[in-house]
């Protein structure tokens, strides 16, 4: 196994820990003093703040990335995604943003990385992302019965976040561009144009919840999410690729289900076990994991 794909696959799942715990962070903070808007403003103040240095230092790198590509790093690293997932946690419960933000966000990766960037899928990389999505179907626990009604209206904004978030996996990769600097350009951005409207419309009411809980969200939601998780999954995008970094954001449900044990003493069923399983095995086989030669000359 090389050393590359081991130090992507690292950095993969380091930041999908770290994403695991957000939209549950995000969860508790709109459940008690802080709405979306609060926490996303909480989160670009932040990040862009810290992230200011990179972009007086290095620049917007408009030569790499061109208009679009420069628009898909802001929209799909910055504020719009954050309130897209926001919107979506309005209608929908975190189990259903997990599957449909992580669980199928390996598809619309590897669709529009084939169609921009010419990446080949492989047969074994086509099984994978079938597996990845079946498997977190089954640890949402998601049926037919299940769509329609007020959650289907998160479901289509999960589904919406998905294509903000592979758009900027994309121009990542086809501007080559490093984790850290279009971390800073996404968080940057964003604190210019997000934080005077939300100051503009709300004011400094994120000031009043309480100090404790603005540090917690300030340091989660703003130096993890905002800036570590970034930095970490560009790395993952030079050292995998776009379609097969995007794979590991499956693991998200995984995680999540497993985190829930220690924290929270809740145990997987027999069910989650086998979702579990399933999107593992999904996510090696999607990412590009080495395989027996036997196996890759008989599926071809």
């Known amino acids: 196994m090389s050393s590359r794909f081991l130090l992507g696959s690292l950095c ?9 715990g957000w939209l549950v962070v995000m969860r508790v903070g709109m459940a008690s003093h802080l709405a979306v808007v609060d926490l996303i403003a909480l989160r670009f103040a932040v990040a862009g703040i810290v992230m200011v240095p990179v972009v007086v230092r290095r620049g917007w790198a408009l030569d790499q990335l061109g208009w679009t590509g420069f628009a898909a790093i802001v929209i799909g690293g910055g504020a719009a995604y954050t309130l897209t997932v926001g919107a979506g946690l309005a209608f929908a419960p975190v189990a259903y943003a997990s599957a449909f933000t992580q669980g199928v966000l390996p598809l619309t ?62 121009a990542l990769r086809k501007a080559r561009l490093d984790g850290l600097h279009a971390t800073a350009i996404a968080c940057v951005a964003s604190l ?33 999410t905002g800036v570590v998780s970034l930095v970490l999954f560009g790395h993952a995008v030079a050292l ?6 995007g794979a590991f954001i499956a693991l998200g449900p995984v995680i ?17 076990w086998i979702g579990i399983a399933v999107i593992s095995a999904g996510v090696y086989l999607a990412s590009g994991g080495p395989l027996p030669r036997r196996l890759l000359d008989r599926v071809a």
């Open 109 to 170: 990766t590897a669709v529009m990385a084939v169609i921009v960037l010419k990446e080949k899928l492989t047969a074994w990389r086509k099984i994978g992302i079938v597996l990845i999505i079946a498997g977190a179907v089954m640890i949402a626990g998601l049926g037919l019965g299940d769509f329609g009604g007020r959650e289907s209206i998160g479901q289509a904004i999960f589904l919406s976040a998905t294509l903000l978030w592979a758009a900027y996996t994309v």
């Open 192 to 224: 210019i144009v997000y934080i005077p409207i939300y100051l503009a419309l709300f004011g400094p009411r994120v000031l009043a919840a309480p100090w404790r809980e603005l540090v917690w969200q300030g340091l989660y939601q703003g130096v993890l």
């Open 12 to 20: 993969a799942v380091v930041t999908i820990t770290i994403w695991a």
């Open 240 to 245: 995998l690729g776009a379609s097969a970094a």
């Open 256 to 272: 999540a289900t497993l985190l829930a044990i220690p924290i929270l003493n809740e145990w997987p069923t027999a069910e989650d």
